[in-house]
C-alpha cells in the first residue's frame, strides 16, 4: 500500500480555525440595578396605593336605574331606531326599505308608514296577517306582532323608518306608543290584512 505524505494529509486540517465557544457575558450591572429599582417601585406603588372602596360595598345600581327613563313626551330616546331596524326588520323590509317584490312590502314612500300614527303603531303591535295593499300592490303575507319590544324601542323604530329613505313624516312617542298598547290591550290576534286596519 502507498504511505499518504503527512504533510498533504495534515494541511486541511490546520487550516480549520478552532471551534467557536460562547463564553459568559454576564447582563450590565446597571440593567440588573435597574430591573431590581423597577420591581421595588412597582411593588411599593401597588401597596401604597389607595383602591378605593371596599369591594363588599359593590356596584348597588339596579337593572331599573340602567334602563333609560321612560321618555316624557318630546324627549328625545336613547334607543337607536335604526340599529333596533337592523336587528328586528332589515331581514324581510331590507336596509333600502325597499322590501322584497311580491313578498315583503316596501316601507320607503309607503302609505302604511307615512300615514296614520295610531294605525303604524297597531301594525308594530299586532302583526298583519292577509291581504294588504302597499304603493299599489297587494301583498298576503304574515308581519309579526312586535309587542314583546318596549315602548322606547317601538317609538325609535317608527320614528326611524318614518326619517329614513327620503321618508318625512313625524316622530312616534313612547307615550303614544303606550297609549295605544294599552287601547288595544284586549287584542290577542294579527289584524286580518288592511280592511282590519
Ligand atoms: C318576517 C318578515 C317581517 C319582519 C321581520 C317584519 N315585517 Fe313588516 N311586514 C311583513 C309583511 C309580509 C308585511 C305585509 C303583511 C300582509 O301582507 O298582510 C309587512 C307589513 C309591514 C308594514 C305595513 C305595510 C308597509 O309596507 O308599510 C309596516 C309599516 C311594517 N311591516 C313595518 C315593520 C317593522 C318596523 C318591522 C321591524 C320591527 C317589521 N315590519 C318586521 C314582514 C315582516
Wanted: aromatic share 8%; charged share 20%; with cysteine.
Amino acid at each position: 500500500m502507498k504511505k499518504s505524505n503527512p504533510k498533504t494529509t495534515e494541511a486541511p486540517r490546520l487550516r480549520e480555525n478552532a471551534d467557536p465557544d460562547e463564553g459568559i457575558r454576564p447582563l450590565p450591572w446597571f440593567l440588573v440595578m435597574l430591573l431590581g429599582a423597577m420591581a421595588m417601585w412597582g411593588a411599593f406603588y401597588i401597596y401604597t396605593t389607595p383602591s378605593g372602596e371596599d369591594s363588599a360595598y359593590g356596584d348597588q345600581r339596579t337593572v331599573a336605574d340602567l334602563r333609560p327613563p321612560v321618555t316624557a313626551v318630546g324627549a328625545v330616546s336613547t334607543v337607536n331606531g335604526k340599529q333596533v331596524y337592523g336587528a328586528k326588520c332589515a331581514a324581510c323590509h331590507q336596509a333600502t326599505g325597499l322590501g322584497v317584490a311580491g313578498v315583503f312590502p316596501p316601507l320607503a314612500d309607503s302609505e302604511w308608514v307615512l300615514g296614520d300614527d295610531k294605525r303604524l303603531i297597531n301594525i308594530l303591535l299586532h302583526g298583519v296577517n292577509g291581504a294588504m295593499v302597499v304603493k299599489g300592490v297587494e301583498y298576503k303575507g304574515a308581519m309579526p306582532a312586535w309587542k314583546s319590544m318596549s315602548d322606547e324601542e317601538l317609538a325609535a323604530v317608527m320614528t326611524y323608518i318614518r326619517t329614513d329613505w327620503g321618508n318625512k313624516a313625524p316622530e312616534i312617542t313612547a307615550v303614544a306608543v303606550k297609549a295605544q298598547r294599552e287601547a288595544t290591550a284586549s287584542r290577542t290576534g294579527p289584524y286580518n290584512g288592511g280592511q282590519e286596519l
